[in-house]
Every structure is written in structure tokens, then in C-alpha cells.
């Protein structure tokens, strides 16, 4: 099993910025592609950024030029700096982890951080 515990959310102003972080743990596992998704109030989980254990990254439209995906293998932790926040990135941001285990893959979702733009 691999446990993540994310931190990082809150409430800011539209324009502000917030750090999200996410460190997973768990023995025997190796960490691959990290992210993160965003769901909005009665909408659907959206993965809006991704890092490959190579930090190769992806983003969503909706994010591109403003959030900035990193990780630090040593930590086994993946962060996402989100700068000039919008109202409509007002949701929860859940951590999502793809873990391999001897020849087996498994995907992790932490437990979410809310994250609240005002306008």
C-alpha cells in the first residue's frame, strides 16, 4: 500500500498563489507518474497536471502557463505551484500517485485539499 498526505490548500484571492505538496509513502513500492486532478463543485475529477518518474510533465489548457508541476524523488513528493489563481480553480485538488510493485502497477489518489479562489 502506498499512503499520500497532501497539504498546501486554502482560501486566496483571484491572482494569488498556492503551493500544493503531496508525499507519498509505503516500503517495497517504486514511485512513476505523479499528479494532480482538480474537481470542481458537481463536476468531474480532471487530472490537470502530470510528471513521469523522468519529469516529463503535462498540463491541462485550463492550467497551462499558470501551475507548475515538480517532484523530488528523494522525498517521494510532487508539488504544484499554482499562480495567477482564477475563481473557477475553486475546487478540490486530489494528489495522484502510479506506484509499481514487483510486475504490478497501481494507482493512488490522496484524500484531497480544498483549494477556494475569490473573486
Known amino acids: 500500500q502506498v499512503q499520500l498526505v497532501e497539504s498546501g490548500g486554502g482560501l486566496v484571492q483571484a491572482g494569488g498563489s498556492l503551493r500544493l505538496s503531496c508525499a507519498a509513502s509505503?516500503?517495497?513500492?517504486?514511485?512513476?507518474?505523479m499528479g494532480w486532478a482538480h474537481q470542481a463543485p458537481g463536476k468531474r475529477r480532471e487530472l490537470v497536471a502530470t510528471i513521469t518518474s523522468g519529469e516529463s510533465t503535462n498540463y491541462a489548457d485550463s492550467v497551462k502557463g499558470r501551475f507548475t508541476i515538480s517532484r523530488d524523488n528523494a522525498k517521494n513528493t510532487v508539488y504544484l505551484q499554482m499562480n495567477s489563481l482564477k475563481p473557477e480553480d475553486t475546487g478540490v485538488y486530489y494528489c495522484?500517485?502510479?506506484?509499481?510493485?514487483?510486475?504490478?502497477?497501481?494507482?493512488?489518489w490522496g484524500q484531497g485539499t480544498q483549494v477556494t479562489v475569490s473573486s
Open positions: 495522484y500517485v502510479q506506484a509499481s510493485w514487483l510486475k504490478y502497477e497501481y494507482d493512488y
Open positions: 509505503g516500503s517495497g513500492f517504486s514511485i512513476n507518474a
